[in-house]
């Protein structure tokens, strides 16, 4: 029964029990930094091979769409945020763009998990992770601060398009997009075939990290674990409900509704500790990696993959 | 001569390098930290939970314009401490 599990799930696992149980493992910073590098270059670059084969202007009206859910994502959980849960606007505003953008690790896992299942995706999808990114830290900053003059536009825009995550993902689309599938071949064997691998010991990490924020969850309570579980649940319909307009094959509907299930933890607490440093960043990356991070990784993935199997058009595909 | 200390968050890295070399500091030393304080552990385990230490070696005029700077800008919103010490340098003239 284990055997059909992905072995990278059980590593994150590892992590969360090690983190719990305050054992002595700890991964050097630079290599968690090393680790992440090889992952947003080697989804890019995937992605960027990909594209090299499609129109790009065929590509445009989903881009658009995507752009679209990015933007209202942040919207449609701010309200809950300020007023449910009674948060500061600069908090609510904050958790509002961690949701919107998306994590790239969850991404990596969707994507493992199709592939360990043959279930095929449109491979440009991570195209998609990109322009997901974006629009929520803008629209979040706006949320914070209101479109004041004051609010440095100028810093944003050197933040969001010259964080890790964009410069890698959109270098490795980029180079990728040139060379083509036979161009990546010198350099597969590390980006491509060590990528599982890779993904564990991330997921590793990840988990310690993850059991790290679980210790402050005592004191930021139940809305946040609700919250957590129920935003991307919330975000994952709207997902399918799109990849069903697009109509985008299972594979892509379960990636789209991933994505729009996840929450941010690089991207957006980079670009907000540093234009609205009010926000207190314990809160966000409480719930997007002590919650929804976990939540995804666990038990969200095979559901999303469920609700796509309960499309109509995908009766009978499995 | 005086020593500024400074360990705070690493992502203030480059905005408060470039507030002390405006306010007159000739140069900085930078190591990784981590540690804990009022805003809980901070880690160093991945870049939201990574400390910085800046070392300034300086005159005190200048010292104290930093240190003020810092404490004004950052203090309320970022895990922040700073130190002064008095220091012997054998080349005064350098800083």
Redesign the interface.
């Known amino acids: 029964m284990l055997s059909t599990i992905d072995p990278v799930i059980l590593f994150f696992v590892l992590g969360i029990v090690a983190g719990l149980a305050r054992a002595e493992l700890r991964l050097p910073a630079p290599i968690y930094e090393f680790l992440s590098f090889l992952l947003l270059l080697a989804i890019g670059l995937k992605g960027g091979v990909e594209l090299a084969k499609q129109s790009l202007a065929d590509l445009l009206p989903q881009i658009l769409a995507v752009t679209v859910m990015g933007t209202l994502m942040p919207l449609l959980a701010f309200p809950v945020l300020l007023f449910l849960g009674r948060m500061k606007r600069a908090d609510a505003a904050s958790i509002a763009a961690h949701y919107g953008s998306v994590s790239v690790g969850t991404f990596a896992v969707a994507v493992a998990y199709l592939t360990n299942r043959d279930i095929s995706f449109e491979e440009y999808m991570p195209l998609f992770v990109v322009v997901l990114e974006i629009p929520a830290i803008v629209v979040g900053v706006a949320l914070a601060k209101g479109l004041s003059r004051d609010t440095q536009w100028k810093r944003m825009a050197h933040e969001v398009f010259l964080g890790k995550s964009i410069v890698l993902l959109v270098g490795g689309l980029l180079i990728g997009w040139a060379v083509g599938s036979e161009g990546v071949q010198p350099i597969s064997p590390l980006f491509f075939d060590l990528f599982k691998g890779v993904l564990a010991l991330f997921l590793l990490e990840m988990g310690l990290i993850a059991a790290a924020q679980l210790g402050s969850l005592r004191n930021h309570g139940l809305f946040l674990v609700a919250f957590g579980i129920l935003m991307p649940v919330t975000g994952a319909v709207i997902g399918t409900g799109l990849a069903e307009v697009l109509d985008l094959s299972m594979g892509g509907t379960i990636l789209l509704a991933t994505l729009a299930a996840s929450a941010s933890y690089i991207a957006v607490p980079a670009a907000f500790r540093l234009i609205v440093p009010q926000a207190n960043p314990t809160l966000s990356l409480t719930a997007s990696l002590g919650i929804t991070f976990p939540f995804n990784i666990l038990a969200g993935i095979p559901l999303y993959h469920a609700m796509a199997a309960a499309l109509p058009r995908f009766q009978g595909v499995l | 001569m005086k020593l500024l200390t400074i360990i705070t ?1 690493s ?2 890295e480059q ?1 408060l390098l470039a507030d002390a070399e405006a306010l007159g500091a000739h140069g900085y030393t930078v190591t ?1 930290a981590h540690g804990k304080g009022n805003r ?2 901070r ?8 400390n910085i230490r800046v070392e300034i070696v300086c005159d005190p005029a200048t010292a104290q314009a930093i240190a003020q700077h810092m404490q004004a800008k950052y203090y309320e ?2 895990a922040m401490i700073l130190y002064l010490a008095d220091v012997e340098v054998l080349r005064p003239q350098k800083f």
Do not use: I, K, Q, R
Not at chain 2, 43 to 50: D, L, N, Y
């Open positions: 968050e992502a203030l905005d990784e809980g552990v880690s160093g385990s991945w870049t939201a939970s990574s919103d970022f």
